[in-house]
């Protein structure tokens, strides 16, 4: 996938470097003021997660061959995961079950791609160790793996703390954009 950071979709997957951290700090932040089982913000959640496919995106067109491949299979599933995070939000909030507490084979894999969104960082980070100064893959491979234990836990000043980590690894990434892209 070749990076063409004067064409639209360029310009957007660059900015979703930026764009995605915020919304995902913003989100946080709603969760921890509002509760982690609230609706709107469930509903927020999916719509950050759609935000964040861009960023995921644009850290797949900084890597080649099977590397790239692997990451992109690898964002999807964090994708859809993270998104289904937020619809099991809206889903308990609504007065449903929450599919994290159940034991059966749908709701395991189910809870299982939820880990392949913060798995999408780590690999990015490693992948691109080499082209991205070493402040800013380990900012991102630190944050990703304080994403899960805030979030798994619910620990709202964690989650807060990992969204502004993440937003200045991101930072990073995107101002180092241009030689991080093969």
Not at 59 to 67: D, F, I, K, Y
């Amino acid at each position: 996938m070749k990076h063409d950071p004067t064409a639209p979709l360029g310009r957007l997957l660059d900015l979703a470097l930026i764009a995605g951290p915020l919304c995902y700090l913003f989100l946080d932040t709603t969760y921890a003021v509002r509760g982690w089982w609230d609706g709107p913000t469930g509903a927020l959640h999916v719509l950050a997660a759609v935000v964040y496919a861009a960023t995921a995106l644009r850290l797949v067109t900084m890597t080649s061959g099977r590397t790239q491949a692997v990451l992109a299979v690898i964002a999807v599933l964090g994708v859809v995961g993270n998104a289904g995070v937020g619809e099991n939000t809206v889903h308990v909030a609504l007065g449903g079950n929450d599919l994290f507490m159940e034991d059966a084979a749908p709701a395991n894999l189910f809870k299982s791609m939820g880990f392949f969104f913060p798995l999408t960082f780590v690999v990015a980070a490693v992948a691109l160790r080499d082209r991205l100064p070493r402040r800013v893959w380990v900012a991102l491979a630190a944050g990703a793996v304080l994403f899960p234990v805030a979030h798994v836990a619910n620990i709202s000043w964690l989650a807060v703390a990992d969204g502004l980590l993440m937003l200045a690894a991101l930072a990073g990434v995107h101002a180092a954009r241009d030689a991080a892209t093969p």
